[in-house]
């Protein structure tokens, strides 16, 4: 194997696209407007039409896109949020941030997102909302859960969409399907800019003007604050450099799903790996391509000797996570979540992987797994 394989590559993606980043971060550096600047509002007009949203608000972070949601729907101490224990923790950490209670509901053992079915048991006079995971690219089972939360009073979901920007659902894009989107830019996204970013959508007046005003110290004008806020702006550079990958980013998407397909051909043939399942009436645009394997510390160190870079995402179950033990609610048994934490790992995935990199990285799989 001559190439390198990069676990996300975002040298090739650069050299791929450095003319117009190039472009881009210099019309920032002539402005000068660094703080809001026109590439922020250009930003999200392009995202809401990408989305078909009727408002986007750029901010500093996925989990600050998390945040100023739960704050803009008033989500305070004493309330609870039902959401999934197998993700990363920024989903849990924000509800606890406002100072209600992360309630969790297992998952499906073969999508690895949450198990809309358990949610009901869990709704509660104090839940206030329902955060959804649209985990490792695939969005979750949104109509359910919307069905579910008006069923219970039009309880707001708000739906976690950090790994799937790009993503469809019955035809529909992540970030528009639910209450409140909220996405990540996160380098190593399907759709990354270079530090932190994010994003909210909404198709709500009224939200979308709390979210504004919350992003900047929950200012309604200069120096006249009508609510509590928080430094949550998306700098101008950043925006310039998700506008140049936006030009590209449907090639991306498809380069992305074809190699998760050509993943997921090749596996087939490895009785020991089981594979995550993508619904038919949804894409994955594999924000991490993740699979469930037996002696998975065993597998890792075979891959590592042959130079191929994995992870694990996620080892441990918010549940089980010292910092929210204590202030968690769990409905019911987290079985399929504790499970599947000893098992996933995550291989080799971005939209510049060559098929002699699949290749290898199967073939040495293959053998990691019947040694």
């Known amino acids: 194997m001559k190439t390198k ?13 450095k003319e117009s980043i190039d472009a881009r971060i210099q019309r920032v550096l002539d402005h000068g407007q660094y703080i809001m600047g026109p590439e922020v509002r250009e930003l999200e007009e392009r995202l809401e039409a990408y989305t078909a949203a009727k408002y986007c608000i750029t901010v500093a972070s996925g989990t600050e896109a998390l945040l100023i949601s739960l704050m803009a729907l008033g989500v305070k101490p004493g309330d609870e949020v039902i959401t999934t224990p197998f993700t990363f923790v920024a989903t849990a950490e924000v509800i606890a941030l406002v100072g209600a209670t992360p309630v969790f509901v297992d998952i499906e053992p073969d999508t690895c997102n949450i198990d809309a079915s358990k949610i009901e048991a869990a709704i509660t006079p104090k839940t206030k909302a329902i955060m959804p995971v649209s985990l490792y690219g695939q969005v979750a089972d949104m109509d359910e859960i919307n069905t579910i939360a ?3 009073g039009n309880i707001p979901v708000i739906e976690d969409a950090a790994q799937s920007f790009g993503a469809t659902y019955k035809g529909r894009k992540t970030c528009n399907l639910s209450t409140i989107g909220c996405t990540s830019f996160f380098p190593s996204k399907p759709l990354g800019c270079y530090g932190d ?13 709390a979210m504004r005003e919350i992003r900047v110290h929950g200012q309604e004008r200069r120096y006249y604050h009508t609510r509590i806020g928080v430094g949550g702006r998306m700098d101008t550079l950043q925006c310039a450099v998700v506008l140049a990958k936006l030009d590209r980013f449907d090639r991306e998407v498809e380069q992305r799903i074809r190699a998760g397909e050509r993943y997921l051909s090749l596996l ?9 399942v993508v619904r038919a009436d949804r894409t994955c645009v594999w924000g991490q391509f993740t699979i469930q394997v037996e002696h998975r510390e065993a597998i890792m160190e075979k891959l590592k000797a042959a130079s191929i870079p994995t992870a694990v995402h996620y080892p441990v179950p918010l549940h089980r996570q010292p910092a929210y033990q204590q202030i968690c609610r769990i409905n019911g048994q987290l079985t399929n979540a504790e499970n599947v934490a000893q098992r996933v790992l995550s291989l080799p995935m971005h939209a510049y992987l060559l098929e002699e990199q699949i290749i290898h990285t199967v073939v040495t799989m293959k053998a990691a797994a019947h040694a």
């Not at 087939?268 to 995550?276: C, E, G, R, S, Y």
């Open 5 to 17: 394989i990069e676990f996300i590559d975002l040298k090739a993606q650069y050299a791929d696209l």
């Open 150 to 152: 008006a069923r219970h």
């Open 197 to 209: 970013g994010g994003a909210i959508f909404t198709n709500d007046n009224d939200l979308a003007k």
């Open 268 to 276: 087939n043939d490895i009785p020991a790996v089981k594979q995550l």
